[in-house]
Nanobody, 115 residues
Framework: QVRLEESGGGLVQAGGSLKLSCAAS????????MGWYRQAPGKQRELVAV???????EYAEFVKGRFTISRDNAKNTVNLQMNSLKPEDTAVYLC?????????WGQGTQVTVSS
């Protein structure tokens, strides 16, 4: 069974940085789209950034210029470098792996940005 495990969340002051990592229990070479989503209390889950196996990247408008997504197929990891964090970035961040044979979510990691 494919498992995705996030790490790297925590508490940071506004303007600070965090790096999230998503480790997969299988090779992500065969998973076309890997991505990060977030869900704040009382709000719907929203896309943060996705990256395909071909290297195409899509960012949500609210993170452009601040967050960077990357994937390492050799290490089966997907990372999200988050800079210039804002209080409104506070949420549970979830990793997702999606292809025609899979749509898997991790448990999520909490990111809290204090003002």
């Amino acid at each position: 069974q494919v498992r995705l495990e996030e790490s790297g969340g925590g508490l940071v002051q506004a303007g600070g940085s965090l790096k999230l990592s998503c480790a997969a229990s299988v090779s992500i070479f065969g998973i076309n789209t890997m991505g990060w989503y977030r869900q704040a209390p009382g709000k719907q889950r929203e896309l943060v950034a996705v990256i395909t196996s071909g290297g195409s990247i899509e960012y949500a408008e609210f993170v452009k210029g601040r967050f960077t997504i990357s994937r390492d197929n050799a290490k089966n990891t997907v990372n999200l470098q988050m800079n210039s964090l804002k209080p409104e970035d506070t949420a549970v961040y979830l990793c997702n792996g999606r292809d025609n044979w899979i749509n898997r979510w991790g448990q999520g990691t909490q990111v809290t940005v204090s003002s």
